[in-house]
């Protein structure tokens, strides 16, 4: 446990060159250009100094923008932050490491990197194609690389002096051991999900055993609720030593050693989340007592991202079929759609249903007629479901289907939407719940039966 009188400057030393990094970190897995720019602007104002992006979160020149802005502001040097950004997996291939390396540079606006990590341990067809599918929407992996191959560049990386600390994101302390033994330069970090609910206990034991800084992703745990965040240990702690929920899991985190990310979008959130402060020894044991476990983010089973601002994902036109370009374009509506129901934003929600969409749910008899019904009873949901873990999206032509888990009335609940497009817009949807439901009272007025 880490004694501090101010956790909020707390630094850890990396295992190879000379740097630091600040333990309180900011993510920028942001779905909206503009908010990254204020976001990461009010991060900055509001005292972090470490700041963690990606090239698969597609705005690192918005991340870019808002540093540069907030350099040449004055009293803060290129010295006193520290920038992480990824590797994705479609860049696993070792002639592709360094050209990745220096587009992600040259987005950012910076001339060197304190931290270059590899995004997740699988790796993906190679090419620009962010998300390469086969025709099932399965993901085409590269079997033709190993992690080891791409760590070998990583470290080439180092020799060029391009960059001040090479690291892992979401592997498995499995994984991670191998590499750990073959690597000429260590692992300097690892970025993987932890909270109380999944505290990764071995692994971060391991990592301070061999200094490897642990850097713990979705603090909050993402923010979902009910989750950590809710949890009636933390809301107790809280009370009691007048802090937010959010404050006290971010001094636990720090508190037991590791470095971390949050993603404050507002400058008020930004204030918050920086301002921790140590939490007594009886509250840090009674959080480590918690015995709720849940994963939240599954990318660390397939490489496939389960928070990406998939609104932004860039479409790769396929102009010779005119057929396939539609689908590529139904295809990424639905990542659209289901992101912007994942974060409970109503209007980009909406954007894939025709004016006259039909919703059915077979299992209560509901049907819901038009865009705006759908619309007006969304917003209006009391307990609004939570929690979506896209399984898979499969189909083609005007017929898609989309299987997803998400918290629904407070329990887990395994969901197939069956989609049917017309001119790329939903005309028909048909919703099928894993336990069948009862439509309560408030949504009839909204709602018809079906014939
Ligand atoms: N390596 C990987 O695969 C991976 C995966 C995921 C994330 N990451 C990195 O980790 C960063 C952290 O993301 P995260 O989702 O894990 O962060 P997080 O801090 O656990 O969760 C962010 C969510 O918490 C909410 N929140 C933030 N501050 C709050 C507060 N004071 N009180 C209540 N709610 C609050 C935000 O709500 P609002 O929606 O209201 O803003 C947001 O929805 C990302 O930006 C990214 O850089 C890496």
């Not at 909270?195 to 923010?223: I, M, N, Q, R, S």
């Not at 204030?271 to 983010?297: G, K, S, V, Y």
């Not at 660390?300 to 102009?319: E, L, S």
Request: hydrophobic share 40%; with cysteine.
């Amino acid at each position: 446990m880490i004694e501090s009188s101010d956790l909020r400057m707390t630094r850890i030393p990396l295992n190879h060159g000379a740097g630091h990094m600040p333990a309180l970190g900011f993510g920028t897995l942001i779905p909206d250009a503009a908010v990254t720019i204020t976001a990461t602007r009010d991060a900055l104002e509001a005292g972090f100094r470490h700041f963690d992006c990606a090239e698969r979160y597609g705005n690192e020149r918005e991340v870019g923008r808002a540093l540069q802005a907030g350099l040449a502001a004055g009293g803060i040097t290129r010295e006193d932050i520290f920038v992480t950004t990824k590797l994705w997996n479609s860049n696993h291939r070792p002639e592709r490491v360094e050209p990745a390396f220096e587009a992600s540079l040259d987005r950012l606006g910076l001339k060197y990197l304190d931290l270059y990590l590899i995004h997740t341990p699988f790796a993906f067809q190679p090419g620009d194609e962010q998300d390469p599918r086969d025709q099932n929407g399965n993901v085409i992996y590269d079997h033709d690389v190993t992690l080891l191959d791409t760590w070998r560049a990583m470290e080439s990386l180092m020799d060029h002096g391009k960059c001040g600390a090479i690291g892992l994101s979401d592997i498995s302390l499995n994984e991670l051991k191998p590499i750990y033994e073959s690597a000429r330069i260590k692992p300097a970090v690892v970025q993987v999900e932890a909270h109380p609910y999944l505290p990764e206990t071995e692994l971060l034991e391991f990592c301070k055993e061999k200094d490897v800084v642990f850097l713990a992703f979705a603090p909050l745990g993402h923010g979902i609720r009910p989750g950590p965040l809710e949890d009636p240990v933390i809301s107790a702690i809280a009370a009691r030593v007048g802090k937010t929920p959010a404050q006290v899991l971010l001094a636990w985190a720090v508190q037991r050693g590791t470095a971390l990310l949050t993603t404050p979008r507002t400058a008020a959130r930004a204030r918050e989340n920086f301002d921790i402060a140590a939490l007594p020894e009886d509250a840090f044991d009674e959080i480590n007592r918690i015995q709720t476990r849940q994963r939240l983010n599954e990318v660390v089973k397939t490489g496939i991202p389960g928070f990406i601002p998939q609104a932004r994902m860039k479409m790769k036109a396929k102009p010779q079929l005119e057929q396939s370009m539609q689908e590529e374009q139904i295809r990424t509506a639905l990542d659209t759609h289901w992101h912007a129901s994942a974060v409970g934003d109503a209007d980009l929600e909406h954007d894939i249903y025709d004016d006259d969409a039909i919703c059915d749910y077979p299992q209560s008899g509901e049907r819901i007629l038009g865009r705006r019904n759908l619309q007006a009873l969304r917003s209006h949901h009391p307990g609004k479901p939570s929690g979506f873990k896209i399984r898979r999206i499969l189909g083609n032509g005007n017929l898609w289907i989309t299987e997803y888990i998400i918290t629904y009335q407070g329990r887990l609940a395994y969901t197939v939407s069956i989609m049917e497009f017309r001119n790329g817009k939903v005309v028909h949807e048909t919703q099928y719940f894993g336990d069948p439901f009862e439509a309560p009272a408030w949504r009839r007025q909204w709602v018809q039966q079906i014939a």
